[in-house]
């Protein structure tokens, strides 16, 4: 497995994984016409706007096979000094295959060497138990329940999960 930078030519396969990632985690969560419709062009443009910024807002890490994308994670330094990880997402089909947990703790290393002393948080659906699991596997603690809202027009509750250094 490579885990190596990722670049404007991976924005097409991540945002390819990340709405794979959200199709199968998300049934029963998100409404299903968005997950069917809308989706897709969200994340095309999405992952094309933040690869092509003349200032990249993160840092893109992707997981490779035989040059084949499994994985990837997205992290970016917040404004209040902590460090978000903003994607974490393992190709449906090889979930549960430690490469989650290989990017994890690559996104770990690399948030240390950039911004030392800095947490490390993410959001994450408080339906998706799956994930709340394997964060706290991974020393993650969860916050109290919030509401997410989304530009497409529905609220979904969320955790936040945080790793302190």
Known sequence: MLIRPGADSDADAV???HTASWRTAYVGIMPAAYL????????????HDRLTAEVAPGSLFVAESDSELCGFIYLALQPDGRVLIDN???SPTLKRGGIG?????????????????????????EANTAAIAFYE????????PRTAHFPRGFDVQELEITWTR
């Open 15 to 17: 945002a390819a994984l």
């Open 36 to 47: 069917d419709g809308a989706l897709v062009d969200d994340h095309k443009t999405m992952w």
């Open 88 to 90: 974490l997402h393992v």
């Open 101 to 125: 947990t290989l990017l994890l703790h690559h996104g770990f290393d690399w948030a240390a060497a950039e911004f030392p002393q800095h947490p490390v948080y993410l959001e994450v659906l």
């Open 137 to 144: 596997r991974h020393g993650g603690l969860a916050s109290a």
